[in-house]
């Protein structure tokens, strides 16, 4: 056996020494791909400049998000009480008027005034036979008197609620269901929206990509404002769900494009904390504003100022050298490294320079594997974690916003239940953290979503009088899918193999947000029955939760890069696995840990078929764990550059400067050449 291992390492030397002799003699910063992640090690992976650009610019740029999202629940406040409208009674005390037009019906065991119908009296007919106003004081409702519905309009008591689209819009009785299709008209452009500027967003620019969706966002603000009738509202809310939640994952991006792979999942947390801490302002907002047409000025008007970040805000240098545009990538990265106090290296614009015309020369030999939507389905094992990924972010996303648009209906006052239901998110964010890289991803996905769905339907156990108890399952349901929400995005990207992870995610994302659009008519059953969402949201919660435990464990196993290999990952799942936690992280080899982008990417001009050849040749190899002493802690530049001064021979495979290793990195999707995309995830 060993004789055999040593004519296989004999013949493998034979071969790269054969090669080696029979290519040109070229620098190698300049013959391998740049990769940008290799520079900012060099440059700074999160110095001074990206600080100042992700804690001015980049979060700040998620609040606009959730005021204009969550506003509406303000705009369409329910006044407690109301009752039709008689003009023809205006004269009279209000007490008088109500006890003479309006008829009582049982509701709760309790003899009420009506708040949807009245008395078919002709009252200008009736007041005209009355002789005198001592007639009016004595006048008593006949039982005799028809009952038909409210035609003019009616009046409300607005001691709690003086201004709201209901109030302006009559939105009752017949029409209160209207605020609820608001809701669903916003839901409804965010899909479209994630569509259209997620092709501006590649095609123009990050930047062009922002400010347009921002203009977008105001205008449909503006034009909620000026909205005389409810139609013209729902419009309104439509343009502006449009930008939700594009207008805050592109600034987003580009923080994650510029900071380096150890710090994404900090950004992505810390992107996550203050969006959360946008709604906890939002509730102070509306407390302090209960004026519906100010609210939207006050929650729209400051975010004019974003504009000004056109001066300061940059380009992603990862978009640019995608597009070709060398010049202006440079002039960032420069910049990058001059703010962040280090040195840019020499060698990087030959090597760009070099690499610009190499992809140009062989643009037309670029071969990209062609995978579609079919892919998923195709063999039994990919069909069905598609399906189960596909269903967990379904329930996890509706069950998630669902709770936030009913945290207003509980409790005593909907302004302190609104502020504890975004309160509770942040702890969620931190644990789910650290529980992703110890429990791994399907054990804290499922049981958060499980526990969650528990905490909403033991509510229907609990008396009515029970509302203080109601809001705490509420909160702790809460806390737990927002802790499920922030993993279900990482989990899906490392199940999907690499070669269709966009599409999958996609497409998982895509149908999860139809979820958004029908979870406003669930919230709207709370009129009738207060627990009965929670319930139904519950049930929904337990059983994504429940799917997600057949998934397989990712943490510590190597993601799957082809279709095929995605077939096979997860295949030989047993139901005992659903007992296990993730696996203990152990020793492998190095190709074993890591994702081959170019062999993915289908780039002939990369890796050639002799590279592939000898590349799976060698991991077949057993290999040695080095020493501490002998690992390179190099960044690759700093080798590339000790291998030019010679230093030392190096033996590099052109396609190991493309490999990235896995980590628990909450990152947007990508297309084959790390390109970042917009994604319908809020």
Known sequence: MSETVDSDVDEYDELSELRQRQKPQAQPSVDEAFDLDDLLPTIGEFGKYQKLLVFGICLPACIPCGFCAFNQLFMADTPDDYWCRIPELGDMQLEQRKYLAIPKELENDELVYSKCHTYGVNWTQLLDSLEDEADLTTLEPNSTWPVVKCTQGWEYNTTNVWSSIVIDFDLVCDQDIYPTIGLAALNTGGPVGVYLFGLLNDRAGRRLSYFTCLATLLAGSLMTSLSKDFWTWAGSRVIVGLTIPAVYQIPFIISLELVGENYRSFVTVMTCTFYTSGIMLLSVVTYLERDWVRLSYITSLPFYAYFLYMFVMPESPRWLLMRGRLEEALKILERMATVNGR??????????????????????????????????????????????????????????????????????????????????????????????????????????????????????MLPDEAVDETLYLYLVSKALLSASFLIIYPFAGELYPTQVRGIGIGASSYIGGLGLIVIPFVTYLGKENLKLPLVIMGFVSMLGGMTGLRLPETLHHRLPQTIEEGEEFGKDWQLKDCCRCAQKQTVLSQPTSYENLDVLGGSSNTASEADVELELRDNRLPRQQPPLSSIDERTPLEGVAGMASGSGRTVHRPSMKRLVRQMSIMDTQRTNDGTMQLTHWI
Not at 383 to 390: F, H, M, N, P, V
Not at 425 to 436: K, N, R, T
């Open 343 to 460: 040195q840019f290296p020499e060698a990087v614009h030959c090597k760009l320079e070099a690499q610009i015309r190499r992809d140009k020369l062989k643009k037309e030999k670029k071969k990209v594997a062609n995978v579609g939507l079919r892919d998923l389905c195709r063999t039994p094992n990919m069909r069905l974690k598609t399906i189960l990924i596909t269903l967990s972010w379904f329930a996890n996303e509706t069950v998630y916003l669902g709770l936030s648009y009913y945290g207003p209906s509980l409790g005593t006052n909907q302004y302190v239940s609104f502020f504890l239901s975004a309160v509770v998110e942040l702890p969620s964010y931190l644990c789910c953290w650290y529980f992703m890289d110890t429990w791994g991803r399907r054990w804290p996905l499922s049981l958060s979503m499980i526990l969650g769905g528990v905490a909403c339907v033991i509510t229907v």
